[in-house]
């Protein structure tokens, strides 16, 4: 709980403990390893078809990332998770690759492909719990400005475009194939809300989504950023009653004294 004046209270239901080593390996290469545990003594909510309950979860995970190979840079990101979401055991697990690419020419573009997978509950009769929790996600710059998924049940292929047309501005478009691991279970929001629950054979195929974000910097006081997005409701949207294509436009301006 957030309170003016006052420390901001701790809920001592949903604990989160964790350690994260990072280490240069060469020049070029950096790895990541870390291990979470995330005790939860109230019901968390992972849908309808998955439910709710007390949980005791452990994340294990590494990224390794690899930069200015050649006018390459890559990163691989897996996670695994074991532990008891009430009487189900937690059996899921996560995995992200992208590539980019820099190439030395007129404004500088870089571009790159990127896929992200978090498992979902292909069965949710049974003992196991296999949707990937995403913790305390930041999703909103990862799976499409429109915050139409997070990283549980979800498979994400996205190409990006990044071009700098002077020292002082860069422009930003992606493209994003938005799917469900498995219709058996929900497709969660960028907050990882569950928003829609799903039934097992129908579509996966979330939508599209395409992103264009154009960032200036006037001077060292004063910056903006300008964006535009639209989104194409896939199959799975529309054999649930939400078939409508989607778009919207922001302003963002920061003064700094």
Known sequence: MIEDGKFNQWDDEDNFFGTWISKNVTNYHNLNLFLFLRDANKPISFGQSVGSAEMEEFTLGFQFEGKNLRGFDYLFFGALQRGDFGEKDISAKAFVFKLDYNINTFLNPRIGFEFDWGSGDKNPEDNKRETFDNLYPTGHKFYGYM???????????AFHIYLNPQEN??????????????SADSLYLASRKPFIQGTKGQSTKVGDELDFA????????????????????????????RPDDAEYFYFQSEVKF
Do not use: C, P, V
Not at 151 to 157: E, R
Not at 169 to 182: K, Q, V
Not at 216 to 226: A, Q, S
């Open 214 to 241: 154009l960032n200036f910097k006037m001077n060292k006081n004063f910056n903006f950023l300008l964006g535009y997005s639209y989104f194409w409701a896939g199959d799975f949207l529309k054999e649930n009653g």
């Open 147 to 157: 915050d139409r998924a997070s990283l549980q049940n979800l498979k994400n292929y």
């Open 169 to 182: 501005a860069n422009l930003e478009i992606s493209y994003h194939n938005i799917n469900l691991d498995t």
